[in-house]
């Protein structure tokens, strides 16, 4: 008899040791490559809702002491440019992870799965079935929806993690990209709307007239990767989708629409049966700037009923290089710039929500004032020349 099936472990009615599972492993984990292959590490579970204007990301004392550098600033910056978004501190910890270690308990997980064949088979099943995989760039996802299954042990815990990409039930996306790649999507769209059909049968390609190498593959990408993932992912039931491009300007300058219809397209109950829905979290809206046409205002067409959008408060602090290799940190609020209002007024007798303020600066928007005007008159002389 094998021995395993003798261990007392494996005499436990399935669904315990699912639950012993459960509690070992992380709750979700994040998926990138590195190197080209698949790595894997513990996702923070950072708040990605509330006032994130990127202040948050300064780094204290202690932290410049554990990074080894003098400057707050410099990894202020660096901070900032995070392709991660709001997983900054997971990407930090994803960078400090070596060989097969994390210290976000990755060595207790490849003990565990190196147990024996049934266990790594066991582990293997909960992981795709209750973590929730956190996916930073495009790269990433499209060779996760590419990749073979198979159910042989693999020699590191991160690749152990990714037997079988099409069990997985709950996927996460933050995608924080080139703004010139939002231009070129929405450029394209018209195009690529009128190859839907086309696509059905065969891969579709896309014209070489983009405006930059990277914009090119980045697009490539973004129509190959959606109906790959419609296909291979068919146990996905909850699909997070975390947006912004990485300029100073205002996101109001994505088209929305173009962004969304292409996803919608692929991504639907129709094609993915067990898809309980999908979110968007998007940047709010500047008013100056919204256009029906081109974007989910309060009064215009919405998305499909499967999908929901919901808004936050955009990052206002951005890494500008002044020198090759030498950043400083400009802010650069998009919609509400009087944010701050919520705070100041926190402990009056008139205290401001954030959507009181976001209607108060609309309705100075329409009388033609400028909120900076306000926001200058308010600190005082000197305001206007930095003194």
Known sequence: MDTQEQSPFFSL????????????????????????????ST???????????GRERIPSEEELVGFGERS?????????????????????????????????????VMATLLVCRRMFLDISKVLVSDVVYH??????????????????????????LTTDA?????????????????????????????????????QPSISASLSSAVDDSLLNVWIRVWPALASRLRQLQRLHVWVDHDDTKSWSLVDERSLLSYIATWISRDRIHCLEGV?????????????????????????????????????????????????????EPDFPVLFELVDATADT??????????????????????????LWDLAGPGARCGV
């Open 349 to 374: 007798d008139q205290p401001m929500s954030l959507e009181e303020v976001e209607e108060m600066e609309r309705d100075m928007w329409q009388r033609g004032e400028d909120p900076n005007e306000f």
């Open 279 to 331: 979110t968007f979290n998007l940047p709010k809206l500047h008013p100056r700037h919204e256009n029906p046409g081109r974007h989910f205002t309060k009064d215009s067409p919405q998305p499909p009923p499967s999908i929901m959008i919901t808004r936050r408060l955009r990052q206002c602090h951005f890494p500008v290089e002044t020198i090759p290799g030498i950043y400083q940190v400009a802010d």
């Open 43 to 53: 996702c923070m579970d950072p708040e990605i809702a509330g006032f994130l204007t």
């Open 72 to 108: 707050s600033q410099t990894v202020w910056a660096r901070r900032l440019r995070s392709s991660w978004g709001p997983h900054w501190q997971c990407e930090e910890i994803a960078q400090r992870t070596t060989g097969h270690r994390n210290s976000g308990g990755g060595e207790s």
């Open 135 to 160: 996916v930073t760039d495009l790269n990433t996802l499209d060779y996760l929806v590419q990749i073979p299954p198979t159910s042989e042990p693999q020699s590191s815990w991160y690749e152990a």
């Open 166 to 202: 099409r069990l997985i039930k709950k996927l996460d996306l933050t995608l924080r990209l080139p703004l010139s790649f939002f231009q070129t999507l929405a450029d394209h769209m018209e195009r690529l709307a009128s190859s839907i059909e086309m696509m059905e049968v065969q």
């Open 13 to 40: 009615p399935p669904e315990v040791r699912d639950a012993i599972y459960t509690y070992i492993l992380p709750n979700a984990i994040h998926v990138f490559l590195r190197e080209g292959k698949v790595a894997i």
